[in-house]
């Protein structure tokens, strides 16, 4: 009787065992794994810090901090340029040197951008607008200044207009961000068609992907692609600052702080609510002298339903929001850019510079002095 009572407790005390040790190896493997993972994204960022270009610019001591702010020329009003989502000041390129030759013209790049360091924080409408300003009175950019936004851009000038209104002189605004956009679905990013549960547990997850080399893996900070209108060199700097994993963790961060969590998705507007809400809420421009430069052009999806609603909202685009932009100040007009689509700055930069020069030259005569003494 005895050995016939050990006989079944050693059949069952053995898979315990096995499966003891099966848990122990694949929580050995999973460690391997991340260990691995961990040591490879370093070794990816350490290579990244090594690619990144030469400063262009200078750094702007915000308080712990620094912006990387790049002016030439010289003259007054000073221009402002305010690139678009995830571009660095350097979008500017071909835009900025023709405004030198005529006043003062300045790019920078947002906190976690280009050469600036990282925020402390997700950004959000209120802390860009208070990084530029500091940035600006730091540097010794002396207002009044003209500025210029470009995407989403345009919103954030909106903004800061209204949170320093004697400061700004006037405005171009590069086919601008609306806050009442709505775009058909064949136009929204593969991310603002997501639903509200994956766009949660996406921005749960990212940081642990990112710790872990797991997006690095599958490719998210390759080289990305450059407009063709660039020399090649510039080219090379455009893409190695797209491609930076530090701009990708500010966006992404600052894109779920936006939408509480990733759990929204916002029916209309650039995809950032928190910044359309206070662009709306900016109000208007009042006397300002305001261009609002629209692309004339855009792209043709194949499917022949896409493209009808595409065009649809062209019109929509063009004849109604940005021309309601336009009606913002009392001194405002559009213009329609019929050679470019949305990358105005890269493919009709002169119509950027020659808007801007419209705006300078009727803010130096409205003050007293030749449109030509800088």
């Not at 006043?103 to 997700?122: E, F, K, L, N």
């Not at 609306?178 to 921005?203: G, I, T, V, W």
């Not at 994993?245 to 702080?257: D, I, L, Q, Y």
């Not at 609002?292 to 194949?302: D, E, I, M, N, S």
Request: hydrophobic content about 40%; glycine content about 10%; aromatic content about 8%.
């Amino acid at each position: 009787m005895r050995s016939e009572s050990r006989f079944p407790a050693r059949v069952v005390a053995r898979p315990k065992h096995w499966v003891k040790r099966l848990l122990a190896g694949l929580a050995f493997a999973i460690l391997l794994v991340l260990l691995i993972g961990f040591t490879y994204e370093q070794v990816g960022r350490s290579r990244d810090r090594r690619m990144l270009p030469p400063r262009i610019g200078r750094a702007v001591d915000i308080g712990g901090r620094s912006i990387n702010l790049y002016c030439s020329g010289s003259g007054i009003p000073s221009v402002i340029l305010e690139t678009g989502a995830g571009s660095a000041g350097y979008a500017w390129v071909l835009v900025q040197p023709k405004i030198a030759a005529f006043t003062q013209a300045c790019w920078y790049d947002r906190a976690g951008v280009g050469w600036s360091d990282p925020p402390p924080t997700p950004r959000t409408s209120a802390t860009i607008t208070n990084d530029l300003h500091e940035t600006l009175h730091r540097g010794r950019i002396t207002p009044p200044y003209v500025l210029v936004g470009w995407s989403i851009g345009g919103e954030h000038v909106r903004i800061f207009t209204a949170k320093f209104p004697g400061e700004v002189a006037g405005l171009v605004l590069v086919d601008s961000g609306h806050p009442d956009q709505n775009e058909p679905r064949s136009m929204k990013s593969p991310y603002n068609l997501m639903s509200p549960a994956k766009r949660e547990f996406l921005c749960a997850t990212w940081p642990a992907m990112d710790r872990f080399g797991f997006l690095r893996l599958v490719g998210f900070f390759k080289p990305q692609s450059a407009p063709p209108q660039l020399s090649s060199e510039q080219r090379r700097v455009y893409s190695l600052l797209r491609s930076q994993r530090m701009a990708f963790e500010t966006g992404a961060t600052e894109g779920c702080a936006a939408t509480n969590g990733g759990a929204v998705v916002p029916a209309g507007g650039t995809g950032n609510p928190e910044v359309d809400n206070a662009a709306r809420a900016a109000g208007n421009l009042g006397v300002r002298p305001l261009i609002v430069l629209t692309a004339g052009k855009y792209f043709t999806p194949r499917d022949p339903v896409s493209a009808q609603e595409v065009s649809a909202f062209h019109e929509v685009w063009v004849h109604q929001l940005q021309a309601g932009l336009a009606r913002l100040s009392t001194r405002g007009k559009q213009v329609i850019v019929e050679n470019s689509d949305h990358g105005i700055g890269f493919q009709a930069p002169d119509a950027v510079v020659n808007a801007v020069q419209e705006v300078v030259t009727q803010l130096r005569s409205a003050s007293g002095r030749d449109p030509g003494i800088r």
